[in-house]
């Protein structure tokens, strides 16, 4: 069998012919595969992409990478006509396999996309003998197609959180989808002001209607926004962001404490106390439950503020929003009379939220922070990567493309 007939069956164009094959040896081998245009059809123009008549041949061939082959190059060679169209004048024409000036077909560049879902951008680009620069323009195009293409119908339930970019010095807005039937990054926006959450629901408009549930934490743009735009929303302050704020509070304790002990001249118990502290008991490891088995016996204000934390874990347990509620009161009281000051933050912070907080209980079954929490580090994770992604349309293209679960069009992964 030809190389051609093959060719004809995985990737024919209207309009094109592959006329022959070459191979070029060397170090680094390549398939040059020339296509003609078939005489038959009419050349078409790349503004209106429609049928015009020829115009001229300028000088030159095109070369397009498409999906190696073999471990060899596989690269199309074309030479572009003009076209003089009666709408747009002489342009060039199109060629169904490329887009634009791109030097990558369509295919390989969906071939890439697909891969950079599972290795690293550098490790793509060195598995398949091409540039950094490439796989972020493949998986840039893979991205821009998928957001024009998904369905934003059926959206009930939003989470919106906030995450560090730029080594920890900006952040970012982000919404997610957390429906039982689709979890998914919906949009991102630079900063965390009340302009960038307000530019969330301009962008979604009349679907905010539709929410039935909008999760986020409790910074202040947030809730006067979602307030503002999706009245109808139960708001949820979720179990995810508070442990979070919990184990903030715990950690200014334990700075603090730290430098006291020190500044006194006591032992420095408290180091390496940092992840006994945070974790869950359930998740230390041996020596990390020995650190903290030896912590509890000090009469220190991290500890009392530890097995506040602790405490307050019971009302996870809580069914009803109404005795949760309650449980939750009696937490603040305790919490109030304890003398450690970021504590008291907290639980005042609670007693302010205490709706949004309850209502959690009552939107119980329906949304799952466990969603939001798998979101949320997965794109910790991908912001953290040693990317070389510096620019904030890098990071956005690397987020949608892992978490925006993003269609693709039909056949554009024949070649895995
Ligand atoms: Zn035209």
Same mark, same amino acid.
């Given at each position: ?140 195009? =893979?991205?821009?197609?998928? !957001?024009?293409?998904?369905? %934003? *119908?059926?959206? $009930? @339930?939003?989470?919106?959180? #906030?995450? +560090? ?124 439950? =020995?650190?903290?088995?030896? !912590?509890?016996?000090?009469? %220190? *204000?991290?500890? $009392? @503020?530890?097995?506040?934390? #602790?405490? +307050? ?104």
């Amino acid at each position: 069998m030809q190389l051609k007939t093959l060719l004809n069956h995985v990737q024919k164009h209207k309009g094109f012919v592959y006329d022959h094959v070459e191979l070029h040896g060397g170090p680094r081998a390549r398939l040059v595969v020339r296509i003609r245009p078939d005489a038959r059809c009419r050349p078409v123009c790349s503004k209106c992409e429609r049928p015009a008549p020829y115009y001229d041949t300028p000088e030159g061939t095109r070369y397009f990478q498409f999906v190696p082959l073999w471990g060899l190059l596989v690269l199309f060679a074309y030479t572009m006509r003009r076209v003089k169209c009666p709408r747009c004048g002489v342009r060039v024409e199109l060629v169904p396999w490329a887009q634009g000036k791109s030097p990558t077909t369509t295919a390989y560049a969906w071939f890439l996309a697909r891969w950079a879902k599972k290795l690293s951008w550098l490790e793509v680009a060195r598995s398949f003998n091409t540039t950094w620069d490439t796989v972020f323009r493949a998986v840039g195009l =893979a991205v821009e197609w998928g !957001l024009q293409h998904r369905d %934003l *119908t059926g959206i $009930r @339930a939003i989470g919106v959180d #906030e995450v +560090l970019w730029h080594r920890g010095h900006k952040y970012l807005t982000v919404v997610y989808q957390i429906d039982a039937h689709c979890r998914r990054l919906l949009w991102i926006g630079e900063d965390r002001t009340k302009e960038c959450i307000e530019g969330f629901f301009d962008w979604f408009g009349l679907r905010a209607r539709w929410l039935r549930f909008v999760c986020s934490d409790q910074h202040k743009p947030y809730l006067t926004a979602i307030g503002r735009r999706a009245k109808q929303a139960v708001h949820v302050l979720d179990r995810f962001h508070i442990v979070q704020r919990l184990n903030k509070a715990i950690d200014q304790v334990r700075a603090a404490e730290v430098k006291k002990l020190e500044r006194d001249g006591y032992e420095p118990v408290l180091k390496r106390g940092r992840w006994p502290l945070l974790k869950r008991p359930e998740n230390l490891t041996k020596k990390q439950d =020995a650190k903290l088995r030896d !912590l509890l016996k000090y009469n %220190l *204000t991290t500890v $009392r @503020a530890y097995l506040l934390k #602790e405490e +307050l874990q019971l009302l996870w347990d809580y069914t009803s929003a109404t005795w949760a509620g309650r449980f939750l009161d009696r937490w603040c009281s305790t919490v109030m009379r304890s003398r450690i000051e970021p504590m008291k933050k907290l639980a005042r912070s609670f007693r302010v939220h205490r709706e949004l907080l309850l209502n959690w209980f009552r939107a119980r079954g329906e949304i799952s922070a466990a969603v939001a929490e798998g979101l949320n580090n997965k794109l910790k994770v991908i912001t953290r990567r040693a990317y070389g992604l510096r620019t904030l349309k890098a990071t956005e293209i690397a987020l949608y493309h892992s978490l925006g679960a993003l269609p693709e069009p039909e056949g554009a992964h024949r070649f895995f």
